[in-house]
């Protein structure tokens, strides 16, 4: 009896300088068309608000063709917003894939380990205790998640950092980060608990230029970085000694790649604030889409940035007058898929 197989299309493309790369046709398919969703939700995002603009004029404008209204509106106004929601999307997709890979775990995203928590704790200490700037909160925020990195890293640590001991460690850590936020807050005065509330939803409101560059310039360095050590990280997964056994330092690797989840989780946190859930679902999103093994880093990175753009879009369409932040609707999205993922890990004997 035949056991039935199944091929994957799969070729090798010879670069000019001698280099082999294999091309899985699927997954390119899957980030061609996930780019093209995020733009496009992009573009329609930009087109929605109290002065609507048709995509194709939006388009127009990008391209420097509009008249001097549309061109403040887009390029000043809502521009930004959207390309911060693109980076902070990537950001936590990619973040997400990382932790998961590391752990073995689909729950090991920064959402449940803590890392967001923490830099909710540095933006929270920065609005209570010393009534801060937005630029202060921005950096308090990337030093509470880094500071808590550290932590969770320096904890789970023996002989190596593995698995579920970084998932318990991480749930630990992130209730013990969640009872100082609550503290903070009691200890705040009204203004400053009603504007920490408000930084705490998440959301993209009001962000502009001075959220874009910063975090642009982080991607711009850490996202080559990570697709660099993609190859080490596969082997990873195959278990610590066969990867020793290959000439991979796991240690070494997975120290590189764990710093560089933390800056892109506490980034996307320090720019929009705690916005849930998309760093656990986007890369099992992508996972499922590619049905490709290993990190899957490019889509996922592609799909937190279209999964999130479509959100921000979907709070100020389905709702009406009554605008939700994006870190409402990503939280609700996030908290189904969660419980629908434990019920399937429940039935597959994983947990």
């Given at each position: 009896?035949?056991?039935?197989?199944?091929?994957?299309?799969?070729?090798?493309?010879?670069?000019?300088?001698?280099?082999?790369?294999?091309?899985?046709?699927?997954?390119?398919?899957?980030?061609?068309?996930?780019?093209?969703?995020?733009?496009?939700?992009?573009?329609?995002?930009?087109g929605t608000g109290d002065f609507p603009i048709p995509a194709g004029d939006v388009l127009r404008t990008l391209l420097g063709h509009g008249d001097r209204g549309q061109e403040f509106i887009v390029n000043e106004l809502r521009l930004p917003r959207v390309l911060v929601g693109l980076l902070?999307?990537?950001?936590?997709?990619?973040?997400?894939?990382?932790?998961?890979?590391?752990?073995?775990?689909?729950?090991?995203?920064?959402?449940?380990?803590?890392?967001?928590?923490?830099?909710?704790?540095?933006?929270?200490?920065?609005?209570?205790?010393?009534?801060?700037?937005?630029?202060?909160?921005?950096?308090?925020?990337?030093?509470?998640?880094?500071?808590?990195?550290?932590?969770?890293?320096?904890?789970?640590?023996?002989?190596?950092?593995?698995?579920?001991?970084?998932?318990?460690?991480?749930?630990?850590?992130?209730?013990?980060?969640?009872?100082?936020?609550?503290?903070?807050?009691?200890?705040?005065?009204?203004?400053?608990?009603?504007?920490?509330?408000?930084?705490?939803?998440?959301?993209?409101?009001?962000?502009?230029?001075?959220?874009?560059?910063?975090?642009?310039?982080?991607?711009?360095?850490?996202?080559?970085?990570?697709?660099?050590?993609?190859?080490?990280?596969?082997?990873?997964?195959?278990?610590?000694?066969?990867?020793?056994?290959?000439?991979?330092?796991?240690?070494?690797?997975?120290?590189?790649?764990?710093?560089?989840?933390?800056?892109?989780?506490?980034?996307?946190?320090?720019?929009?604030?705690?916005?849930?859930?998309?760093?656990?679902?986007?890369?099992?999103?992508?996972?499922?889409?590619?049905?490709?093994?290993?990190?899957?880093?490019?889509?996922?990175?592609?799909?937190?940035?279209?999964?999130?753009?479509?959100?921000?879009?979907?709070?100020?369409?389905?709702?009406?007058?009554?605008?939700?932040?994006?870190?409402?609707?990503?939280?609700?999205?996030?908290?189904?898929?969660?419980?629908?993922?434990?019920?399937?890990?429940?039935?597959?004997g994983r947990i």
């Amino acid at each position: 009896m035949k056991t039935p197989t199944t091929s994957r299309a799969v070729r090798a493309v010879r670069t000019p300088g001698g280099l082999s790369v294999r091309l899985d046709l699927r997954a390119l398919t899957v980030v061609v068309l996930l780019l093209a969703a995020a733009l496009a939700a992009g573009v329609l995002l930009i087109g929605t608000g109290d002065f609507p603009i048709p995509a194709g004029d939006v388009l127009r404008t990008l391209l420097g063709h509009g008249d001097r209204g549309q061109e403040f509106i887009v390029n000043e106004l809502r521009l930004p917003r959207v390309l911060v929601g693109l980076l902070v999307g990537a950001s936590l997709g990619l973040g997400g894939a990382l932790f998961q890979s590391i752990s073995r775990n689909p729950l090991g995203s920064p959402d449940v380990l803590g890392l967001s928590q923490g830099s909710t704790a540095g933006a929270l200490v920065v609005i209570v205790l010393m009534s801060g700037s937005a630029t202060e909160v921005t950096l308090g925020a990337l030093v509470g998640g880094l500071v808590t990195g550290l932590a969770i890293y320096l904890l789970a640590w023996k002989q190596g950092v593995h698995g579920y001991r970084l998932v318990l460690v991480g749930i630990g850590v992130s209730a013990i980060v969640t009872a100082v936020n609550g503290y903070l807050l009691t200890k705040a005065d009204l203004v400053d608990a009603a504007r920490a509330v408000v930084w705490m939803t998440g959301s993209l409101n009001g962000r502009d230029w001075e959220q874009v560059w910063p975090l642009l310039g982080l991607c711009a360095v850490l996202v080559p970085l990570v697709l660099a050590g993609a190859r080490g990280l596969r082997m990873t997964e195959m278990g610590d000694d066969v990867s020793y056994a290959l000439g991979v330092r796991v240690e070494r690797v997975r120290l590189l790649l764990m710093v560089s989840a933390v800056l892109l989780t506490a980034a996307a946190t320090a720019a929009a604030g705690p916005v849930g859930f998309v760093a656990l679902t986007a890369p099992q999103l992508a996972r499922r889409l590619t049905r490709s093994p290993g990190p899957n880093l490019v889509p996922s990175l592609c799909m937190g940035a279209a999964l999130l753009v479509t959100a921000d879009w979907a709070s100020q369409r389905v709702f009406g007058a009554d605008q939700l932040p994006v870190g409402v609707v990503t939280g609700v999205l996030g908290g189904i898929y969660l419980l629908w993922l434990l019920v399937t890990e429940r039935k597959a004997g994983r947990i």
